[in-house]
């Protein structure tokens, strides 16, 4: 039998959606609280580098996430970028409010699959949180905002272990329901593996339209691309990524690293799928965060470079 690469790939989108959020899930999760002008200026890289999604900010409690303390001056010191989005993460009402008062076109719900980390992540029950999106949701689509959704936990909870896909499932149709546009489900702690990802996003699309599906992977035991590939092939067009790398969840411990945005569209551009991001500008945009956080950055395409011929 001889495969060609059209058997391999024939599913793949020809065209990708890359959410980026490092300026959330990355800066959340840094020792220091990086200034003002440190996450304008980052912001502004990636939005030159061609991402049109940026989740930009979160409005939760600045006792729970005092890096992100600073969301409202963020979303207000923005210039306004033709056809670039701005979201941030907005838990409760007090939240919604925030946003509101700055503007902002979208925001993102989030929970976790795993009732033991969505207490630890937001102090509260599944049901309860849901509860508190019936109150959020509608009023933020009637207010024009779009809604996205986050899923976490969903390959493994570093308290629970395994979470029933079935469990992610029902949670994820039930944010659709409410009016989320589309929902991320997280491999929040990174365990896993192109095997689980081929039955999680499977069981999902039994459930759900491809579109309503973002795919947010974390690169902690350096599985995040191969994932990334399964997703591909089943034919999602959404999927997040974190320049440099930067990243994880304070309240999920092991959460290191988001999937790096650069490996992401390296990938994706040599497979032919186009993203209308700028490579090489992408790369200043991880040499920014990596000088506004202060440390090296582990994203592999970060610290290669592209493929480019040397003189010898
Ligand atoms: P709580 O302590 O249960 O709630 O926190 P509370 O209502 O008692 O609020 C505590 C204090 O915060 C009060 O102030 C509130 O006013 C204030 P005090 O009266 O003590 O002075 N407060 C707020 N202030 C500003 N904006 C708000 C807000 N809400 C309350 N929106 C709460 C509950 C949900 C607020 C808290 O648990 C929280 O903020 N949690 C967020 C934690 C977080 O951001 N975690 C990281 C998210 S990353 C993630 O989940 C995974 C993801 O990245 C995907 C993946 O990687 O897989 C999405
Ligand atoms: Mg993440």
């Given amino acids: 039998m001889s495969l060609g690469a059209m058997d391999l790939f024939q599913n793949v989108p ?5 959410y980026e959020v490092s300026p959330r899930d990355g800066l959340q ?5 990086v200034p003002l002008a440190g996450k304008v200026q980052l912001i502004e890289a990636l939005a030159q580098a061609g991402l049109k999604r940026i989740e930009a900010t979160s409005f939760v409690s600045p006792k729970w996430v005092p890096q992100l303390a600073d969301a409202g001056e963020v979303i207000a010191a923005l210039p306004k970028i033709e ?6 993460l907005v838990p409760n009402a007090r939240g919604l409010e925030r946003a509101l008062e700055v503007g902002l076109p979208e925001i993102a719900v989030f929970l976790s699959a795993s009732e033991t980390h969505n207490k630890m992540n937001v102090n509260k029950t599944i049901d309860a949180t849901l509860d508190v999106f019936r109150e959020i ?8 905002v779009r809604v996205r959704a986050y899923v976490s936990t969903v390959w493994g909870c570093p308290y629970e272990g395994d979470i029933p896909v079935a469990k992610s499932v029902r949670i ?7 009016g989320c546009y589309q929902v991320s489900l997280g491999d929040t702690i990174g365990v896993g593996t192109p095997k689980k990802t081929f039955e999680i996003v499977g069981a999902v699309l039994s459930e759900m339209q491809r579109d309503q599906i973002a795919l947010h992977f974390h690169d902690t035991r350096g599985t995040a691309l191969a994932n990334a ?24 411990p092991g959460a ?3 999937l790096a945005t650069e490996d992401l569209v390296y990938m994706l551009h040599g497979m032919g799928v186009t993203t209308g991001i700028d490579l090489d500008k992408l790369l200043y945009a991880g040499q920014v965060a990596s000088q506004v956080v202060a ?4 994203g592999k395409v970060h610290q290669a470079g592209t493929f480019k011929l040397r003189k010898v």
């Fill in 14 to 18: 020809p065209e990708v959606s890359v």
């Fill in 172 to 178: 994820a149709k039930r944010l659709v329901e409410l």
């Fill in 229 to 252: 590939v399964i997703g591909l092939e089943l034919g999602i067009r959404t999927f997040d990524a974190s320049v440099g790398g930067l990243g994880g969840c304070p309240y999920a």
């Fill in 295 to 298: 440390r090296p950055l582990s």
């Fill in 137 to 144: 949701v509608p009023p933020a689509i009637e207010a024009g």
């Fill in 256 to 258: 290191s690293g988001n």
């Fill in 83 to 88: 056809g670039v989005t701005f979201s941030a």
């Fill in 29 to 33: 999760n840094e020792p220091i609280i």
